[in-house]
DNA sequence: TAATTGCTGTGTACCTTATACACAGTTAAT
DNA sequence: ATTAACTGTGTATAAGGTACACAGCAATTA
């Protein structure tokens, strides 16, 4: 059962946390240190320079000035200073406004900006693709960017979501490839890879002919580009369609 | 320096487990109660029905009747029986050869192949996000299925590489998308964030409109069916002018 | 003004996990 | 028969997340 690790989480707080809201309740005693998204700044902070594994609770408190455990002061838990992060993370949504009119510009402005963001906060990647995560603010105003990007299309609100879904996971997966390779001994990798497929060259016929042709070697345009043309190519298909038939 | 985090791992170590390369010296001593694979298939066993999470090498030791040390006669390290874990798991790729030619259908029994793969085993997803993973024999032999459908297209090496990544990154995150609406609890939190969006309903036009419409309930049709089609249509039109060029 | 109450940060303690290391038993090569 | 290599075990260590009780402070309440 799935869901027992997970008991510890209140949605409630959780979101609560995210949208910054604070209960209109007198607060008596010492004032806060901090906010929420200050600590999460730290832990941004971290991440960014070390990645996500050397994020600690410790590290952040370390970074503050403060002992461990008062950082759950702040926020509940690990799991929610890492949602909390994300958000923060993703503050400054695109402003596609000032745009040549037409969905197109507009969702590649908004594929670009995104993959600079995780490419900016690698650690993103990793937080985001492993949970469910609750959903800030920030997040849902990105998320309006683009559906606002797509709404002149006429296409029906699923499509609209399903476009910027489809967008979405050809940035963020070409983005981890990027970061991949960027990341350090990965030529040992490589070439220990690349021994073990001429070993076995006979079982993948077409892997061996891809890369006796370069297809691994770094490329020399922006794989974005490539990615990006077909799918929106692929959308403009449907937008297409969709006003003949309408 | 992210590099250090990753000091312990030996990539010729690690790749040698993934290809089940055993030196040919003499063995000596007793015999080993398993294979690295067995340990591997134990793994999966716990992180199918319990996720990621639950995975630890305690139980994996429990379940086979062994000393959680013993373990580390099989395998270097967790993270080194994750990525068999994942090799092991992506064992039967796809035979496409029996199917209609033309690389359409076939890149499309590709990718439904690969989302069953992931549905069945939902921790595949967060087990290959997060970091470079070696690759096992049987992950390229999933490349190679993917690679060998693209060969008649004309494409180059590099276009038929992307092409591929292409099609993997929205079977990645689709399926990502339905594991997390499928997940129990996920009601509350379906509620709790539709609250959150109507307080803020000024601030995010575009979203609200589209909940309105029902882009966020649960799908009729299967969203698969319209990434592919996108992308595929995607990549026909390069296919087409490719071959008008040459 | 004085009492109270709810908040802050601290210190300590506990639990889970990964994994290093030394040991005892086993078996194939010598 | 001896030995060397290998197996599984037991013990120990080091992180890391977090529960809990306490001491002090400040705004509300009396």
Not at 93 to 108: Q, T
């Amino acid at each position: 059962m799935p869901a027992s690790r997970e008991s510890k989480r209140d949605p409630g707080a959780s979101l609560a946390l995210l949208w910054g809201e604070a209960d209109g309740r007198p607060r008596r005693g010492p004032k806060p240190k901090f906010t929420p998204v200050q600590v999460a700044r730290s832990g941004i902070e971290i991440a960014d320079a070390e990645g996500l594994a050397a994020l600690s609770m410790q590290r952040v408190a370390e970074m503050l000035g403060v002992t461990t455990m008062a950082l759950y002061r702040y926020v509940p838990g690990k799991p929610d200073l890492i949602d909390l992060m994300v958000d923060t993370a993703l503050d400054s949504p695109p402003d596609l406004g000032h745009l040549p009119d037409g969905w197109r510009p507009r969702l590649d402005a908004w594929a670009r900006a995104c993959r600079r963001v995780y490419r900016a906060h690698p650690w993103l990647l990793a937080a985001t693709g492993l949970r469910r995560q609750a959903m800030g603010p920030h997040q849902v105003a990105w998320l309006d960017a683009a559906l606002a990007a797509l709404e002149p299309t006429g296409l029906d609100a699923r499509r609209r979501h399903d476009a910027v879904i489809l967008v979405l996971s050809l940035v963020r997966n070409l983005t981890q490839q990027t970061l991949d390779s960027d990341e350090r001994g990965d030529r040992e990798w490589d070439r220990l890879t690349t021994r073990q497929l001429a070993l076995h060259a006979d079982r993948f016929p077409a892997v061996t002919r891809a890369v006796a042709e370069g297809a691994f070697a770094p490329a020399g345009d922006d794989p974005l580009d490539f990615g990006l043309t077909c799918v929106l190519d692929g959308i403009q298909g449907l937008v297409e369609s969709a006003g003949q038939r309408s």
